[in-house]
């Protein structure tokens, strides 16, 4: 059998594409994963922006609400404070007979609301003052504090009113004791004590 009849064939090489093929086909895969990778990474930049965006524009809107709600209680308080006179004196003798009555409730009405936000307890209340006559009239004061304020006298003569006013009181030898603070409420236009 030396004929050639039963020879073994060689085996065939399995074809591989050429390396060049091969190489522009990964690169390709790789482009694909890449940008793939690219435009999601850029989808979840713009989501996350966007998130951030709406959620600054929430906390804006809230802050603008409650600053909304705050001027509007403050607007309420003002205009409903209607205790006082229209006048700066008119105010200090309502005061004064408040005072002569022992009605330090009505008495502390003439003052001022508190409109300073340090002490949000006190805001928009006259705690102080309502502390400070129950005091007075507890330990028996009142008296003291009428003869202060009827001696009370313009601070400057021929002050023009304005929206806010000012008496002074005098020690019986001249010199100065102290100041008595007005001013007008312009949202129910009486005039009120802000400080004593």
Do not use: C
């Not at 006013?165 to 001013?183: S, V």
């Amino acid at each position: 059998m030396e004929g050639g009849a039963n020879k073994n064939p060689e085996p065939t090489e399995i074809s591989q594409p050429p390396r060049e093929k091969q190489y522009k086909s990964h690169m390709v895969k790789f482009m694909a994963v890449f940008l793939a990778v690219l435009v999601g990474g850029f989808g979840l930049v713009g989501l996350y922006s966007g998130y951030m965006k709406y959620r600054d524009q929430q906390r804006a809107d809230e802050q603008s609400q409650r600053y909304r709600d705050v001027e509007q209680r403050y607007i309420e308080a003002m205009t409903a404070d209607t205790h006082g006179g229209k006048t700066p004196e008119e105010t200090l003798k309502m005061f004064i007979d408040a005072l002569r009555r022992e009605d330090v409730d009505l008495a502390s009405k003439y003052f001022a609301l508190e409109t300073s936000e340090k002490n949000l307890d006190e805001y928009l209340t006259r705690k102080k003052w309502e502390v400070a006559l129950l005091q007075a009239k507890n330990e028996g004061r009142l008296e003291e504090v009428i003869s202060v304020v009827t001696r009370a006298v313009p601070y400057t003569s021929g002050q023009a009113y304005k929206k806010d006013y000012k008496f002074a009181t005098y020690k019986e030898n001249g010199d100065l004791e102290g100041y008595i603070n007005m001013e007008l409420n312009t949202f129910s236009q009486v005039w009120k004590i802000e400080s004593l």
